[in-house]
């Protein structure tokens, strides 16, 4: 037997045909499949505007350029995440600081930042970086609302999330990065994600002024809009006639930005997977929900509490994340069996580099606890029956 991962990719042949297509074409990078799949994605999410970016990296990065993060400023984050939703600040001279989750969700306790935001100055953070860790949906109108007291910013790191949604408190399903809520959501279209372009990352926004911004900091701060133009015609070169005011060669770099661009055959394998997401989300819930019913009243094995208990649809399943008792015996006797389970994630504070920045064991107990005894177990839509079975038999052995 094949090795069972705990994530995987699956390519098509009509993924395939995409990509192939797009390498026949005339672009290979800032073609006609990037506003296409930007379109089709915000659709996807319910958002107004969509940015494609390089990865979800990027997309973090060029969300804290957007919203002025500047050295010093203080922005709160969970320590279970991967590290770029932290480093996306620090790449702005901006400080990390992580504020610890809650014990059922796994995500940030918004209790811990309500206490931290009451015990400081009005002033003392600039924004939040929300996580929908696993693809378990943050309630993102409690988070508005505890941010426009104390006029923060927010952005979703919705990597995990693409699909998922919350329930607000009109009992609308509200879709993760659909921009209502949070100032900006990024998305990653890393193989393991839900949606594979090999590398690529997505910005989706309700804000016009910070689609623009982002627009310009894709591409190295430049704009081609002659209505934007700051230098008159004569740095410019001279007016073409009294319609075009500017040569048409011209164009300005107007603040530092970045290349931070997806290419054509990358935006057409998005493309082309995203017309598949419903149905593999509709695949990783009923691998949810299978895993649910084997572990249910299990003494050694609990899984994420489904805030949606009542909705258990809304939960995107990037990740299923169990606590095991002897996680590291666990996890080896797994390996064992080929199945290849991984930890999601080592506390972002306690990265040496963090620890550096002042950060120790100790500090967020929750977190620390809950690492103690994660284990991502195999979800991907192309998991067959047998496999899980297999899967859940072994592990049933274990204990
Ligand atoms: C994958 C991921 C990212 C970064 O995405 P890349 O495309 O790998 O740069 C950011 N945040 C979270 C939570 C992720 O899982």
């Known amino acids: 037997m094949k090795p069972i991962p705990y994530g995987k990719q699956s390519i098509t042949e009509e993924d395939i045909l995409a990509v192939t297509e797009t390498l026949k074409s005339d672009f290979l990078t800032q073609g006609p499949k990037i506003q296409e799949f930007e379109e089709a994605f915000a659709t996807y999410v319910g958002s107004r505007y969509a940015v494609a970016v390089a990865n979800g990296t990027a997309a973090l990065h060029l969300c804290a350029l957007a919203l002025d993060v500047k050295p010093g400023d203080k922005v709160i984050t969970t320590p279970i995440t991967f590290a770029a939703s932290a480093n996306c600040i620090r790449y702005c001279g901006g400080e990390a600081v992580f504020a610890d989750i809650d014990a059922q969700t796994y995500l940030l306790d918004i209790n811990q930042v309500r206490n931290m935001l009451q015990a400081s100055p009005i002033g003392t953070y600039a924004g939040i970086v929300a996580v929908d860790f696993a693809g378990q949906p943050v309630d993102m109108e409690a988070f508005r609302q505890l941010a426009d007291e104390y006029g923060l910013w927010i952005v979703e790191d919705a990597a995990h999330a693409p699909g998922g949604f919350f329930v607000d408190s009109h009992g609308k399903e509200q879709w993760c990065g659909n921009g209502n809520f949070a100032d900006l959501a990024i998305f990653s279209f890393h193989p393991v994600k839900h949606i594979a372009a090999g590398e690529g990352g997505m910005i989706t926004t309700n804000s016009e002024a910070l689609y623009k911004k982002l627009m310009t900091l894709r591409t190295h701060g430049i704009t081609r809009d002659a209505a934007l ?24 770099m107007q603040t530092l930005g970045y290349n931070y661009r997806i ?47 009542d909705h258990p649809s809304g939960h995107a399943y990037h990740l299923y994340v169990i606590q095991a008792d002897d996680r590291l015996d666990f996890y080896n006797y797994l390996r064992q069996h080929d199945i290849i389970a991984q930890v999601h994630y080592i506390p972002v504070h306690l990265m040496p580099y963090y620890q550096q920045q002042g950060w120790h064991p100790g500090d967020l107990p929750v977190a620390e606890q809950y690492y103690k005894r994660c284990l991502s177990l195999p979800m991907y839509p192309s998991l067959t029956e047998e496999e899980q079975d297999y899967v859940i038999q072994t592990i049933k052995r274990y204990f």
């Open 229 to 252: 133009f700051q230098n008159s015609t004569d740095i410019a070169g001279g007016a073409s006639d009294a319609d075009e005011p500017y040569p048409s060669w011209y164009m300005e």
């Open 263 to 309: 290419t054509d055959f990358q935006a057409a394998l998005g493309l082309s997977q995203l017309q598949r997401a419903d149905t593999n989300l509709a695949t990783r819930r009923a691998i949810a929900l299978k895993y649910d019913e084997a572990f249910r009243d299990h003494p050694h094995i609990h899984s994420q509490l489904n805030e949606m208990q």
